[in-house]
């Protein structure tokens, strides 16, 4: 008996999740943690795992592109127009927001899979209000920015050559400094899941009922998880959601493996107030710039999405401005 291929997809999504949540919980992987590493430490352990594991995905995608085994024209990091105000203010945003909760979307889930209740609260609102954001009481104002400042692409993507140099810079840096091998072994691995994801959604699709092209990103795939679970009776699994699922999955296994398991909350009312805060500023931030920091950096960058290339410098910069704003307050 044949699976229906949404399903097939959605086992594939599911697969690729627990293998991001795993890695991600042993080693740390983070664009939050690379970001803070990159400004304290020498090493910078996050910050050489997150730049491998965007080469490994810039190269492996591009050479099933060039191979004639993956058509990206039509997925949907690559839109027919640039709307670099989104990509501007909502990378900013997205910066902004994860140092104030202590991660982006799926450090959230992968700390929630360890008793972290601040994630599970924080991941609930930036689901909720990036919901909101696509389809609900903030969308109105989202398209009137993309009408002011979205601009026509005659080529969706950027150059090969973008890709290559851009990979070819990550790979000395790289390996300057000696980091632990769990940060290595776990960019490369991760950088290899966003050409699954893509593969999942072009591969096991029906001819007739045709899967947009799409990898990994929590962003929309947040909300959607949160909506499946309110609707569940009339609502259809896709990728996001079972990806979401997965890395909660995989997360948890090594929780367990590792006895790690801990419930941690709010120690004052007003830090739940930040962690909202920080979650809806990622809520709105990530469906302005067409995604996370996965999303962007990792599946957009992967797929020379212009966006992306505007999006994670703006989410960068954000971080680390934010991050140096709150040393100075705590001095």
Not at 145 to 152: G, P, R
Not at 277 to 297: H, P, Q, R, Y
Not at 311 to 321: C, E, G, K, N, S
Request: charged residues 10%; contains cysteine.
């Amino acid at each position: 008996m044949s699976l229906d291929s949404t399903v097939a997809a959605a086992l594939a999504a599911f697969a690729i999740g627990v293998a991001f949540g795993a890695l991600a919980r042993w080693s740390g992987f983070c664009l939050r943690g690379a970001v803070e590493d990159a400004l304290t430490l020498p090493q910078a352990p996050r910050l050489r795992s997150f730049l491998l594991a965007m080469a490994v995905a810039v190269a492996a995608t591009q050479a099933l592109v060039l191979a004639g085994h993956l058509d990206l024209s039509k997925a949907v990091i690559l839109p027919k127009s640039l709307f670099w105000g989104g990509a501007l203010l909502g990378g900013a945003l997205f910066g902004v927001g994860m140092v104030l909760t202590g991660g982006c979307g799926t450090r959230l889930l992968v700390m929630a899979a360890g008793g972290n209740l601040r994630s599970v609260v924080s991941f609930m609102v930036f689901a909720l209000v990036a919901y909101a954001t696509i389809r609900g009481i903030l969308a109105p104002a989202r398209i009137l920015l993309m009408a002011e400042s979205s601009v026509s692409l005659d080529h969706p993507a950027l150059p090969l050559t973008v890709g290559a140099v851009f990979a070819a810079a990550a790979v000395p840096v790289v390996l300057w400094r000696r980091v632990p091998a769990r940060h290595l072994v776990a960019g490369a691995l991760i950088g290899l899941l966003v050409p699954a994801g893509y593969l999942a959604t072009t591969m096991l699709t029906d001819d007739f009922d045709p899967m947009a092209a799409e990898s990994i990103n929590v962003t929309r795939a947040g909300g959607d998880a949160l909506v499946y679970l309110l609707i569940w009776t009339g609502a259809k699994i896709n990728f996001g959601i079972a990806f979401v699922g997965g890395i909660l999955a995989g997360a948890a296994a090594v929780v367990a493996a590792q006895g790690d398991f801990r419930l941690v909350g709010f120690d004052r009312p007003i830090d739940m107030l930040r962690y909202a805060l920080g979650a809806s500023l990622m809520g709105v931030g990530g469906v302005l710039a067409l995604g996370c920091t996965i999303g962007n950096g990792l599946t957009g960058v992967a797929s020379l999405a212009p966006t992306s290339f505007i999006a994670v410098p703006a989410m960068v910069l954000a971080t680390a401005a934010t991050m140096k704003w709150r040393w100075r307050k705590q001095t």
